[in-house]
């Protein structure tokens, strides 16, 4: 067994080996799913609602319709921007992905290491542990902030294995549930752990037997599933993105590719060109072959290392995902890859060949497998510090996937490019066949370039289709407000109606109705929205600026402070203080009162 010197020197030498390889990401933004699912997540910005996420799995992500029950993720989010703060948070989220890389590989080390009962040699635990750490199908998930889910619940699913291959029941059930609080997937452990005794049963295990062990892991899984229920029928059944066939041929693909990928990790990317495929003589094959596979291997040995190390690819073969194959899902199959190769090799006759396990030509060849590994890692740690430079790589892999070409539009769009956005989301449009959240998006550029009589255009035929959607009407509001404002407030008065909570439609109306004269009801608008959510920064200034333009400079004094106490030092809510001082001197002294309009700025994101 390992002492805790050796366990200490191997944690040091994984925690170096991983800041140096993935370093770049320390700099690195947010990327892909971040953005709805934390930089524009509000939950996770205030400590006190750590235990509601809990009981609401809509605190997953800005957007309440994309609900996930993952608490433990969220609560490691929150508290990263509690101690590092807005500017410095994704800076600290990216360190602590390397770090939980490191904890994963250093268990998958500690899992081998515990494996050698006899011999105490540790040659197949350390490389077990460094080739885990250094594998490229690993690097995502290190990079990847919305990856955490992975590596945070393979880490409690390796620590519920350790503990229960050393015979620590009531732990090993603990680490299960945490795991089970990080993603769903997790909810195969004890598969895992039954499969891992049956293949490499370890002198704690031995001589056990029945089902009595397993009891406390049932009644967690039964009432997991019947806590989950909803979102798993939401999953399996309400948002389906392809039927039961095309998900078997899809999944035929994909797992023949998985294995592959596993085995060769080049080329990598965020997506993998095998999203959308058909049923076809390709899918047929790769069935019959992973069949014949099957056939020859269920009776051996190797046949069911092979279906542990597979264990954790159940779940996400089941539930239809509109990306088939991301590296990310790979990463507990490879540590528990590395921890059975690790295990089997340790279980032999080892301590009998002395200290040269290995030969020559194979320490060189681990050797170069490792630099080659090291180098695509350090690779793929380059290409994932700018977004732009992954979504240039996923649409030349994948050109025919429309989500490739719909995120690298959405990255192009945030960095200030809109024709280059405009025409990705174009071709994403054609690839996709019509998808409304397109369809807006496309609406929203044009909008952006002035584009109005594009922008109404497209919003009306939109309108034919989804006569009700509040976001079809947000986007025609826009585009009619210079033109038929009366028309445009009609629309925003019927989407703030429907979603009272929406900022940007709130705000839109609150400028529509003071256009056009009606500065009360812009007023009481605006408090509405505040009163539901009191951290709105733009809204208490827009507030201010209506109620100075009333004259009631009292009111706007009380609104900016309030603005303030949220982001103390903005320039711009300093500027109006100053104005409205000026202003309010001039009117005591009788003088010429200044317009308003022109002195005092609006909130930035109008």
């Given at each position: 067994?390992?002492?805790?010197?050796?366990?200490?020197a191997m944690l040091a030498l994984l925690t170096v080996a991983g800041v140096v390889l993935f370093h770049p990401s320390f700099d690195a933004p947010f990327q892909f799913d971040d953005h709805h699912s934390i930089r524009e997540n509000p939950n996770l910005r205030d400590l006190g609602r750590v235990p509601s996420f809990l009981a609401d799995a809509t605190a997953f992500s800005g957007e309440s319709d994309r609900a996930m029950y993952r608490p433990l993720l969220l609560a490691s989010y929150a508290v990263g921007w509690a101690i590092s703060g807005e500017a410095q948070w994704a800076a600290s989220l990216h360190l602590v992905n390397v770090l939980l890389h490191v904890a994963v590989s250093w268990l998958v080390w500690a899992l081998v290491q515990y494996g050698v009962e006899r011999s105490g040699n540790s040659t197949f635990a350390v490389l077990a542990g460094i080739g885990f750490l250094l594998h490229p199908v690993a690097s995502e998930t290190a990079l990847y902030i919305s990856a955490r889910s992975e590596s945070m619940s393979t880490l409690f699913m390796l620590a519920s294995l350790l503990a229960w291959r050393r015979a620590q029941r009531p732990g090993s059930l603990l680490l299960?549930?945490?795991?089970?609080?990080?993603?769903?997937?997790?909810i195969v452990t004890p598969v895992l752990l039954w499969g891992v005794d049956r293949i490499l049963p370890t002198s704690s295990v031995r001589g056990e037997s029945g089902l009595r062990p397993w009891g406390p892991f049932g009644v967690a899984v039964i009432t997991y599933l019947v806590w989950m229920q909803h979102l798993i029928e939401s999953s399996l059944i309400q948002q389906r993105v392809?039927?039961?066939?095309?998900?078997?041929?899809?999944?035929?693909?994909?797992?023949?590719?998985?294995?592959?990928?596993?085995?060769?990790?080049?080329?990598?990317?965020?997506?993998?060109?095998?999203d959308t495929v058909s049923p076809g003589w390709t899918q047929l094959l790769a069935f019959l072959m992973l069949?014949?596979?099957?056939?020859?291997?269920?009776?051996?040995?190797?046949?069911?290392?092979?279906?542990?190390?597979?264990?954790?690819?159940?779940?996400?073969?089941?539930?239809?995902?509109?990306?088939?194959v991301s590296e990310h899902r790979l990463y507990p199959v490879l540590a528990i890859g590395f921890v059975v190769v690790g295990l089997e090799m340790s279980r032999r006759e080892i301590d009998t060949l002395g200290p040269d396990i290995l030969t020559r030509g194979q320490r060189a060849v681990t050797a170069v497998l490792f630099i080659l590994w090291a180098g695509l890692a350090?690779?793929?740690?380059?290409?994932w510090s700018t977004e732009l430079g992954i979504w240039r790589k996923a649409t030349a892999l994948a050109p025919a996937s429309g989500r490739a070409h719909e995120f690298h539009a959405d990255a192009l769009r945030r960095h200030g490019q809109p024709t280059a956005a405009l025409a990705a989301y174009r071709t994403a449009d054609r690839l996709y066949g019509g998808r409304l959240e397109l369809q807006l998006s496309i609406g929203g550029i044009l909008l952006q370039e002035n584009r109005l009589e594009e922008a109404e255009s497209l919003m009306a035929a939109l309108q034919s289709q989804y006569p009700t959607d509040p976001r079809v009407l947000y986007n025609l509001a826009l585009a009619r407000r210079p033109r038929e404002p009366k028309a445009a407030l009609e629309l925003l008065e019927q989407v703030v109606s429907a979603k009272p909570r929406w900022k940007e439609a709130v705000m839109a109306r609150a400028l529509l109705l003071e256009e056009l004269g009606h500065r009360d009801r812009a007023a009481e608008g605006l408090q509405t929205a505040l009163r539901q959510t009191p951290g709105w920064i733009d809204g208490w200034v827009n507030l201010g600026f209506v109620a100075a333009r009333s004259g009631r400079f009292a009111a706007a004094r009380r609104a900016?402070?309030?603005?303030?106490?949220?982001?103390?030092?903005?320039?711009?809510?300093?500027?109006?203080?100053?104005?409205?001082?000026?202003?309010?001197?001039?009117?005591?002294?009788?003088?010429?009162?200044?317009?308003?309009?022109?002195?005092?700025?609006?909130?930035?994101?109008?």
């Open positions: 067994m390992a002492t805790p010197v050796r366990g200490l299960f549930v945490l795991a089970l609080g990080c993603k769903s997937t997790a392809r039927s039961l066939l095309e998900q078997i041929a899809v999944q035929m693909d994909a797992w023949v590719y998985q294995l592959k990928l596993l085995l060769i990790p080049h080329p990598l990317s965020v997506i993998h060109p095998i069949l014949s596979a099957a056939a020859l291997l269920v009776r051996r040995r190797l046949g069911w290392q092979l279906g542990v190390v597979l264990v954790p690819l159940i779940i996400p073969s089941v539930i239809p995902l509109h990306t088939v350090a690779s793929q740690a380059g290409e900016w402070l309030a603005a303030d106490s949220l982001a103390p030092g903005l320039p711009m809510i300093q500027q109006n203080f100053a104005e409205l001082t000026r202003i309010e001197a001039a009117s005591s002294a009788h003088q010429a009162i200044p317009e308003v309009s022109e002195q005092l700025e609006r909130g930035s994101r109008e």
